[in-house]
Structure formats: structure tokens, C-alpha cells
């Protein structure tokens, strides 16, 4: 069920208080707190109190406030820990590396030379093909 607190899911279980957890915000809709294993010294990930697992479940006034918070958020997990730059990165399913099933953004913190890396293997497209899918994607 979307919405509804799911008594096993552990970032249900964090965003109400049960599991303990390094709060860096938290509103009505929202709470946000750093992953305890992180890509960089500061990795912040942003969470909907409610349960949903993937985005495009979300309803659209709480996707609004999880983009707003990821958007206020982000200059202040680079400030604080003298970063330059970030990526956004949400997870959608286990093929795309979804592991926990509670829709979740991170913040992770860039800077020149850290290795992480963020390059994934372009593939080609033939001009023919971009129109076909593009119709198709648009078709409502
Ligand atoms: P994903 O692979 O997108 O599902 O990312 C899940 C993230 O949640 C990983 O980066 C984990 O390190 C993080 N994580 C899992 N359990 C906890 C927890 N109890 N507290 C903080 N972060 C967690
Ligand atoms: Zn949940």
C-alpha cells in the first residue's frame, strides 16, 4: 500500500523514529538523514514519510516536497563539508540498483579527484530510432 507505514521497512521505521538515525531535516512530508555507508563524507539521503517504493508512485504534492527538499538541501551538505559539486541519484528497482524498497534520494558530495567515477557505458542511436521512441513516449 502506498502511503501507509510499513511495519518491516526499515526507512518507514527511521522517518517515524523507531530506528535511530542521523537526522539532517525533517518537515511534515520529508526527512532526511546520512547513509551509514556513505560515497562521501556527507551522503545525505531524502525520503518521502511515506511509504512508497519506486518515484512515479509518489502522489504529486509529496513528490514536490521531496524535490524541494533535496533542492534546499544539497548546498547545505556541500557546505558543510567543503564539497564543490554533487549528483542526485534515485534508485528505481532492483535492476537499477534500488535495494531498499522505500523511495529514497541521495546527495552525494563531488569534488575534483575524489575516484567515485559517474561515467556508465553510452550506447548509439540512430536518428530514425530517436524519433520512433520519442512519438511513442510522448503518445499520452
Ligand atoms: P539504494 O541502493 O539506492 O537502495 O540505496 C540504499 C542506501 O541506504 C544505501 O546507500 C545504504 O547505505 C543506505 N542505508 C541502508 N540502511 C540504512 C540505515 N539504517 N541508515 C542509513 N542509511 C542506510
Ligand atoms: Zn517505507
Known sequence: VAGAA???CVFCRI???????SRVYEDDRVFAFLDIS?????????????????FDELDADTAAALAE????LAPRVITAV???DYNILNNNGASAGQVVRHVHVHIIPRREGDGLGYRWNAGKATPEELADLAARI???
Open 6 to 8: 510499513q511495519p518491516d
Open 15 to 21: 522517518a517515524a523514529g523507531q530506528i535511530p538515525s
Open 38 to 54: 556513505p560515497l562521501a563524507r556527507g551522503h545525505t539521503l531524502v525520503i518521502p514519510k511515506s511509504h512508497a517504493v519506486r
Open 69 to 72: 527538499a533535496v533542492r534546499q
Open 82 to 84: 567543503g564539497g564543490d
Open 138 to 140: 510522448a503518445k499520452p
